[in-house]
Nanobody, 116 residues
Framework: QVQLVESGGGLVQPGGSLRLSCAASGRIISITAMRWYRQAPGKEREWVAVVITKNGFTNTADSVKGRFTISRERGKNMMYLQMNSLKPEDTAVYYC?????????WGQGTQVTVSS
């Protein structure tokens, strides 16, 4: 059984920074890709960022480009989201998602609140 656990969320003022972590554990041989999604109150879940294991390719949504950086630590099956210059509209529950050996997994989410 594979589990994804997010951490690092919290309350931050506009312009501040947070670093989210996602730890993948369980019977894992190969992770194909890992992604961050977020869901704000009353809105649909949206994709934020992706990292492809095979070639290290990364990409971020236009709404966070230049402010958020996704990275992965392969040896520890960890993924990170460095969030800088946070805005109130970044307030959401952030979810970790992974494609592992043909199956998809989700974490439980971590709350990020940007407010003064």
């Amino acid at each position: 059984q594979v589990q994804l656990v997010e951490s690092g969320g919290g309350l931050v003022q506009p312009g501040g920074s947070l670093r989210l972590s996602c730890a993948a554990s369980g019977r894992i041989i190969s992770i194909t890709a890992m992604r961050w999604y977020r869901q704000a109150p009353g809105k649909e879940r949206e994709w934020v960022a992706v990292v492809i294991t095979k070639n290290g390719f990364t990409n971020t949504a236009d709404s966070v480009k230049g402010r958020f950086t996704i990275s992965r630590e392969r040896g520890k099956n960890m993924m990170y989201l460095q969030m800088n210059s946070l805005k109130p509209e970044d307030t959401a529950v952030y979810y970790c998602h992974a494609l592992i050996e043909g199956r998809t997994y989700w974490g439980q989410g971590t709350q990020v609140t940007v407010s003064s």
